[in-house]
């Protein structure tokens, strides 16, 4: 098993992601699996000599600096869960102020 | 015991642009919350950053001023982490390609002279939104119009040796971004901001230590502050036998304090990678250069320039090319009025005292002042006199020669008018006038003064004073 | 001009298949708005479009098939639902999907499986399930999907339609939620190829907000040509592997028939490292979208599931509630792959394969090869609740749909024949930008293949 029960809840506090307790051992069991999967890639040679491909255009297009309409239809204040004198409302983050 | 400090700084510059990095919201500082924000800045599902290309231009610059190698490709990769007031949970910055890398700052330490700080590497990246903490009870407000905003990382190698040169060389750095006009870096609005890695060892080690970062600091005073009480808490943790852990420390600058920055999981793993949103940074030969063209001549070659040209001593060129303003100011000046020492005075004296009560403008024209300085060298004004006129310039504006006469300060340079002067004063103290010639001479400036209050302040003392001379002598 | 009750009387009819999400009241009432507006001289003018749940559109909500999205009313609309709205289209609705569009059966949308409109005991594919769905159905002549990993050509295929995939940069990016943002393009699906065909030109072109969208004028239209005379169609071999279904290969093998018959030489050609693209594209495609989805934390848009204590409660009873099973694990192997130590021997060798990948196209279009023809799916559409046990399973119906995902270059996929009722789809690879030549021998084929036939 690559990948511990341990290390699952380490990556899910990375993520910002609550994992039930029970699913946990299935996960890092499918985790696992799929990443024994992806080893494969292994058959690729570990050197750099291999370039990355991205597709897309080879270089930034730049745009003039210009202010211009948001494009929004209506503001945060309707989308938004929280919102209180122009602010988005969040609870405080605790001891890590 | 002695103790080496080691700092670096990492400071974090806005840049001057209309629009946001990524996006065309307006950077303007002081909006109403949430009002410059767009799909893109606040984080919508489905937006995506397009970049500013006035902001790549400044930040080229930047490298460039620093002498560093501008790299032709860099890329864009993202850092992830979670916080309310980063709308993607990720900052769009640049990691292992960064735009340059390798520069030098120069700054003058009071303890070691001049000391050539490395810049390690430079880098844009988009600024996030601010939180604020002690707005709404049990809850953190959050304004994203800040976020997206543009912003180049410079990060210093651990070459400071105190908080005072950490401090010089924040200012220095401030000044040379100043100069080029590529940012406000004004501490109170934000646009600079700067946080400090420090390390203590024993004099005579090589290897560095276990550093600390320092974080929340404010102004300039606050960071020699804050760098003096997390070196002083270092030293005395491993004198008293404890160990310095790698950490984040917070500064108050309320109780001039630190204290750690205790966060349940110190989970550092940004988990860079490639922006795929965006295509590499991909830099002309022209482009650079076109950003080479548009830098005017840093603060250090104009200082070097005013001491060749205009004779002045290096602090005094120091002084008068301390920002692009008032150095074109003197420079103007100086030439204007054929006298640089002169104008050198005039700005590091006058010039700047009005300005600094008046919002840093210099309020008195360059003719104007240049005319002042005439009317001094040709015996019309009295140094006092002049002052007066460039206090009354300065308020109300005008011609100084109108005003100089106006007030009544214009002053007597006819031989013939001071010789009835020299006369009458004479006249009226005839002892004096026995113990002079018996060889009291030291009563010359009494004779001066007496000359000055009849001609009720209007005679030129220097001419009087030759006058008398010449009317006293045996 | 259409008349709104027509156009939403066909959407509801086909609500047993759960292919919309948008509540049939407001479809009405929207289409009424809409029709009232609409640009009479664009050149889609009147035509109802159903567009995927991960298109952001002002009508209705945008919820990408979520809970963590539900009820979200996006405040702009995507740039290709802009163009199709300048070029006088209807919006006809929001099609369930897979959520966020990971998955390849619909089967993982929080708002219930897409029910394949011939059998429905059957999935319609993923992740743009409802979109196929709903075309195959007759509701709408023509659909907006997404593709990462052939999530337009695979649900195309099980359910007998046309689903178009443009080159990586054709169609803007912006209004499309992010899933894996290396490989997304916004696809069509569409009665026949002219349909299809028709709706991604208008919505093909460049857009100063998407950094990845090519400088490019919009996608100009092929005629119908008589024949795929000068044609060379490469038969890639790792995609016609022995064990391939029996039925599918009866139907493409009928199909390279037909090519022949119409002209075009036809050839063996081998692309030798697709056997890794179904791991890369499962270590490229969860690392961008662990990114991607970081997003979605409850703070500044959707529900929150918690009256949350503090700002890690609400993140992560936001995220854990708000994201279904399979988002999370994803999720949290994209996070992995980045994770200090993983990078490199994950996303990174991920990124050198990918280039690998692209390379064997490359080598085969540059000796000759016009188009490469392959089967679209391994199969046909399978029954609900058989690939959901083992993600790899589910995952490996890619199989032959991710490779042009990862190199970035155009496929269609046509219905091309039945094995016991049910459609088979083959699919035509293009090269990069080269669209009109696909679409010009997909317009050859769609004449003569007999697609509702049994192979």
Request: proline share 0%; glycine share 18%.
């Given at each position: 098993m690559s990948v511990s029960r341990d290390e699952v809840l380490r990556i899910a506090q990375l993520a910002e992601l609550d994992v039930d307790e029970e699913a946990l051992p299935t996960l890092a069991e499918q985790m696992s699996r799929i990443l024994d999967y992806a080893a494969q890639l292994s058959a690729v040679p570990a050197n750099g000599t291999v370039k990355v491909f991205v597709p897309g255009p080879d270089a930034i297009r730049f745009r003039a600096d210009a202010v211009t309409p948001s494009g929004l239809a209506f503001g945060p204040d309707e989308f938004a869960p929280a919102f209180k004198e122009g602010f988005f409302v969040v609870p405080k983050l605790g001891q890590f102020e | 015991m002695s103790w080496e400090t080691i700092i670096g700084l990492e400071t974090h510059v806005q840049l001057r642009t209309k629009s946001k990095m990524f996006c065309g919201c307006s950077t303007a500082f002081g909006a109403p919350p949430n009002t410059q924000v767009c799909p893109v800045c606040l984080g919508l599902p489905g937006a995506l950053p397009a970049a500013n290309g006035a902001a790549i231009g400044l930040a080229v610059r930047g490298a460039l001023a620093f002498g560093c190698t501008v790299h032709p490709k860099s890329v864009f990769a993202r850092k992830n982490y979670f916080y309310p007031d980063l709308p993607k949970g990720y900052q769009i910055s640049q990691f292992d390609q960064p735009l340059a890398t390798n520069g030098t700052l120069s700054f003058l330490s009071s303890e070691r002279g001049v000391v050539n700080a490395t810049i390690v590497r430079l880098h844009i990246e988009e600024d996030a939104g601010k939180s604020i903490h002690d707005r709404f009870a049990k809850a953190t407000a959050v304004d994203l119009n800040r976020s997206g905003v543009p912003l180049i990382e410079i990060v210093g190698g651990p070459?400071?040796?105190?908080p005072a040169e950490a401090r010089a060389y924040l200012q220095t750095l401030k000044q040379l971004l100043e100069y080029i006009g590529i940012s406000d870096c004004d501490m109170e609005k934000g646009s600079l901001r700067v946080d400090a890695n420090v390390s203590v060892r024993r004099a005579g080690e090589t290897a560095l230590s276990t550093r600390t970062e320092v974080k929340n600091i404010n102004s300039f005073a606050f960071v020699e502050k804050a760098l003096t009480v997390e070196r002083d808490r270092q030293i005395a943790l491993v004198e008293s036998g404890g160990t310095v852990t790698q950490q984040t420390m917070l500064y108050d600058s309320k109780e001039n304090s630190v204290r750690s920055q205790r966060s349940k999981e110190e989970s550092h793993d940004y988990r860079y990678f490639p922006e795929p949103d965006l295509p590499p940074l991909v830099l002309t030969p022209e482009f650079i250069a076109e950003q080479q063209s548009e830098l005017p001549e840093l603060p250090g070659a104009k200082r070097d320039r005013f001491v060749a040209s205009y004779g002045l001593s290096r602090e005094h060129a120091t002084v008068v090319a301390a920002t692009r303003a008032v150095a074109e100011y003197f420079e103007t000046v100086a030439k204007t009025s054929t006298e640089p020492q002169a104008a050198a005075n005039w700005v590091m004296t006058e010039a700047l005292a009005d300005a600094k009560d008046h919002g840093d403008q210099l309020r008195v024209s360059t003719a104007a002042l240049s005319q002042i300085i005439g009317l001094v060298k040709g015996g019309t004004l009295s140094n006092q006199a002049a002052k007066r006129v460039f206090a009354e310039v300065a308020a109300k504006g005008g011609d100084p020669r109108a005003i100089a006469e106006s007030l009544g300060l214009v002053q007597v340079g006819d031989t013939t008018v001071i010789a009835g002067w020299v006369t009458e004063v004479l006249a009226a103290h005839p002892s004096e006038v026995e113990r002079y010639k018996k060889g009291e001479t030291k009563l010359l400036p009494f004779f001066v003064g007496q000359l000055m209050r009849a001609s009720k302040g209007k005679a030129d003392p220097k001419l009087a004073q030759r006058v008398l001379e010449e009317k006293l002598a045996p | 001009m259409s008349d709104a009750k027509a156009v939403a009387d066909r959407l509801v009819k086909a609500k047993r298949l759960n292919a919309l999400l948008t509540p049939p009241k407001d479809l009405r009432k929207s289409l009424n708005t809409q029709i009232a507006a609409a640009r009479p001289t664009g050149v889609l003018y009147g035509m109802p479009v159903a567009v995927k749940d991960n298109i952001c559109t002002l009508e209705f909500t945008t919820t990408c098939g979520s809970r963590i999205l539900e009820g979200y009313r996006s405040p702009y609309d995507a740039t290709a639902v802009a163009k199709l709205k300048a070029a006088g289209a209807l919006i006809a609705g929001k099609t369930n999907c897979d959520e966020f569009a990971m998955g390849s059966s619909t089967e993982h949308s929080a708002y219930g499986r897409v029910l394949h409109p011939l059998d429905k005991t059957r999935v319609s594919g993923g992740s743009s399930g409802g979109s196929a769905a709903l075309v195959a159905a007759g509701a709408v002549p023509a659909a907006l999907g997404s593709e990462t990993g052939g999530s337009v050509r695979q649900p195309a295929a099980f359910c007998g339609v046309v689903g178009i995939k443009p080159t990586?940069?054709?169609?803007?990016?912006?209004?499309?939620?992010?899933?894996?943002s290396s490989l997304d393009q916004i696809g069509v699906f569409g009665r026949s190829v002219h349909d299809a065909a028709r709706v991604l030109s208008v919505i093909s072109g460049r857009d100063p907000r998407d950094s990845t969208c090519e400088d490019r004028d919009p996608l100009r239209l092929p005629t119908v040509p008589e024949s795929l005379q000068g044609f060379v169609i490469g038969l890639p071999k790792e995609y016609f592997p022995p064990e391939l279904d029996p039925a599918v290969r009866r139907a493409c093998d009928r199909a390279i028939r037909i090519m022949k018959e119409l002209g075009a030489a036809v050839r063996e050609v081998s692309l030798p490292h697709t056997p890794y693209a179904v791991p890369t594209y499962y270590v490229i495609a969860p690392a961008e979208a662990s990114s991607n989805l970081a997003r979605y934390d409850g703070v500044r848009y959707g529900p929150r599931f918690n009256g949350a204590a503090d700002l890690r409660s609400l993140y992560r009873s936001t995220r854990g509630q708000g994201f279904g099973p399979e988002v999370r694990r994803r999720i949290l192997l994209g996070t992995y792959v980045l994770s200090a130590g993983y990078y490199d021997a994950y996303y990174r060798r991920a990124q050198q394969m990918r280039a690998l990948i692209a390379q064997d196209f490359r080598n085969v279009f540059d000796r000759g090869v016009d188009l490469l023809f392959t089967p679209t799916v391994p199969s046909p559409a399978f029954k609900a609740g058989e690939k959901l046990a083992d993600p790899i399973a589910m995952y490996m119906s890619d199989i032959f749909t991710v490779t042009a995902n990862l190199a970035g270059l155009p496929a269609i996929s046509l219905p091309i024949g039945r094995a016991k009722g049910l459609p088979l789809g083959g699919q035509l690879i293009g090269q990069a930008f080269l669209e009109d030549e696909m679409i010009e021998a997909a317009y050859a084929l769609e004449r003569v293949v007999p697609a509702t036939d049994e192979a």
């Open positions: - | 070459d400071l040796r105190s | 990586y940069g054709r169609v803007s990016r912006y209004g499309l939620v992010a899933f894996g």
